[in-house]
């Protein structure tokens, strides 16, 4: 079956399946809905407004990031921030924002939606630009005293940034 007779197959079945609702849960609202509809793309696109710098991120990281990731990013429970520069190659690649991530503003996309764990979303862009800055700052690529907004973070150059490949697939 052709995608767009797919696409066409699951328009008409989901049509007929919200005419005859089994009435769980409720509308979401259009002010509920804008507190998750936003993406922030590689450019910058989507920034909100804020800034900070790593010194006031260290405040923010140690209430809501220490207990999951550890100190100074690297002796947590859960993914290690901080780090394995140059490690992508070895028999031992250690996968960490300094190392792997192409952009510094995928970073602070996902601390706005996905972090802290217990509390998703619950973050204010200071603080979210807080965090990133000094993950960042833990890294090697920002100043302590860096300011990071809207203009700063786009132009951060992330050290595996010359890696990465896209590619649309079926064209």
Same mark, same amino acid.
């Given at each position: 079956?052709?995608?767009?007779?797919? /696409?066409?197959? &699951?328009? =008409?079945?989901?049509s007929?399946?919200?005419?005859?609702? +089994?009435?769980?849960?409720?509308?979401?609202?259009?002010a509920?809905?804008?507190? @998750?509809?936003?993406? @922030?793309?590689?450019?910058?696109?989507?920034?909100?407004?804020?800034?900070?710098? &790593?010194?006031?991120? &260290?405040?923010?990281?140690?209430?809501?990031?220490?207990?999951?990731?550890?100190? !100074?990013?690297?002796?947590?429970?859960?993914?290690?921030?901080? !780090?394995?520069?140059?490690?992508?190659?070895?028999?031992? +690649?250690?996968?960490?924002?300094?190392?792997?991530?192409?952009?510094?503003?995928?970073?602070?996309?996902?601390v706005?939606?996905?972090? +802290?764990?217990?509390?998703?979303?619950?973050?204010?862009?200071?603080?979210?630009?807080?965090?990133?800055?000094? =993950?960042?700052?833990?890294?090697? /690529?920002?100043?302590?005293? &860096?300011? /990071?907004?809207?203009?700063?973070?786009?132009?951060? /150059?992330?050290?595996?940034?010359?890696? @990465? =490949?896209?590619?649309i697939?079926?064209?």
């Open positions: 079956m052709s995608m767009r007779r797919l /696409i066409l197959v &699951a328009l =008409v079945a989901g007929a399946l919200a005419e005859e609702s +089994p009435n769980l849960g409720a509308a979401v609202s259009a509920d809905l804008a507190l @998750v509809d936003y993406t @922030v793309l590689p450019d910058g696109s989507g920034l909100p407004t804020g800034s900070a710098n &790593a010194q006031q991120g &260290a405040a923010v990281y140690v209430q809501n990031c220490l207990a999951c990731h550890g100190e !100074g990013g690297k002796d947590g429970l859960n993914d290690r921030l901080a !780090g394995g520069q140059g490690s992508l190659l070895t028999d031992k +690649p250690l996968r960490t924002v300094g190392s792997f991530w192409p952009y510094a503003t995928t970073l602070f996309d996902y706005r939606r996905a972090m +802290p764990y217990q509390a998703p979303g619950s973050l204010s862009n200071d603080e979210v630009y807080a965090v990133t800055a000094y =993950v960042l700052f833990l890294n090697g /690529i920002v100043a302590e005293d &860096a300011d /990071i907004n809207a203009e700063t973070l786009p132009k951060v /150059i992330m050290p595996n940034a010359g890696n @990465v =490949v896209w590619q697939r079926g064209q």
